[in-house]
Nanobody, 113 residues
Framework: VQLQASGGGLVQAGGSLRLSCAASGSIAGIKATRWYRQAPGKEREWVAVMTSGTINYSDSVKGRFTISRDRAKKTVYLQMDSLEPEDTAIYYC?????????WGQGTLVTVSS
């Protein structure tokens, strides 16, 4: 199974983007689905996590980003609103199961001021 991330691009500050992470097949034993990001010169950080019962966001994106999923399409989304230049990064999706982790290839988001 592979994860394909898409939806990144160049947007002005205050704008919106929706990232998608589509799985090529069914994934069993999912514990959590996360979005991470890595800005230039910085370490990778998580920004949103979804489990079977909870959703949480990092303080830096809370109130602006929304994680969601479409089970039928095997796709997880990250809706990003009120984007800021500090949100510029490569965004990665991650699925953690009881057996292993899956990573998407990353999609670049650039926010201009």
């Amino acid at each position: 199974v592979q994860l394909q991330a898409s939806g990144g691009g160049l947007v002005q500050a205050g704008g919106s983007l929706r990232l998608s992470c589509a799985a090529s097949g069914s994934i069993a034993g999912i514990k959590a689905t996360r979005w991470y990001r890595q800005a230039p010169g910085k370490e990778r950080e998580w920004v949103a996590v979804m489990t079977s019962g909870t959703i949480n966001y990092s303080d830096s994106v809370k109130g602006r980003f929304t994680i969601s999923r479409d089970r039928a399409k095997k796709t997880v989304y990250l809706q990003m609103d009120s984007l800021e230049p500090e949100d510029t990064a490569i965004y990665y999706c991650n699925v953690a199961t009881v057996y292993r982790e899956y990573w998407g290839q990353g999609t670049l988001v650039t926010v201009s001021s």
